[in-house]
């Protein structure tokens, strides 16, 4: 799960925590192995624009220079501000790449998508996000979808944190059939 200062907390610590509740243990990656600010989003009646509080704090496990994506059955590309400012690194980018190219379960929501668009991997696949972001995938050959889940092979993707009860189960199932195949190749292997 790479985060960064303003990260979105529900968009965060939902799919965070039912990674757990599912089993799984979830990894944090972040520039810098540290404690980061989550931030709260919401449009509010009366405003037009997205207002912002802080939210929880959560410390990163590791480094994104530090990531051998390897060891990782899939990715979460969170929202908020975070991903316009993380998009860029180039460890990131690298190991989002290599999400997509092993065809391994990917969700985003929100902002996420300028993390994968900026890798290069949006082209042609169909995503939700939230509508401010639908410029950021198109722009980069990617197909916006206004729905609350869209799956596109090994990629699952919702448009708010109003989406996480549509689009986490499904990108855990993914996550879960992919732990299930590995189990059953390395039997097949062994045996």
């Known amino acids: 799960m790479p985060i960064g200062d303003a990260s979105e907390t529900v968009d965060t610590l939902y799919p965070y925590y ?3 509740e599912a089993g799984f243990e979830p990894v944090v990656a972040a520039p810098e192995k540290r404690v980061y600010q989550l931030v709260m989003h919401e449009v509010r009646p009366g405003w037009t ?4 509080w802080e939210g929880y704090q959560l410390a990163a496990d590791v480094a994104f ?3 051998d994506p390897e060891d990782f059955a899939g ?5 908020g501000r975070a991903p316009e400012y993380i998009r860029d690194d180039e460890d990131l980018i690298r190991a989002t790449q ?9 969700a985003s929501v929100c902002h996420g998508v300028e993390i994968p668009a900026r890798a290069d991997r949006v082209r042609g696949r169909r995503m939700a996000t939230v509508a401010k972001c639908q410029f950021d995938l198109e722009v980069c050959g990617g ?6 889940c869209v799956i596109d092979g090994n990629l699952v993707s919702g448009r708010t944190f109003h989406d996480h009860g549509h689009y986490v189960g499904p990108w855990i199932r993914l996550l879960e059939e992919w732990q299930a195949g590995k189990s059953q190749a390395a039997a097949s292997a062994a045996g």
């Open 98 to 106: 290599h999400f997509f190219d092993a065809d391994k379960p990917i």
């Open 75 to 79: 990715v979460f590309f969170s929202g």
């Open 18 to 20: 039912r990674l757990q």
């Open 65 to 67: 220079t530090d990531v």
């Open 49 to 52: 624009i997205t207002r912002e």
């Open 143 to 148: 197909i916006y979808v206004n729905a609350p």
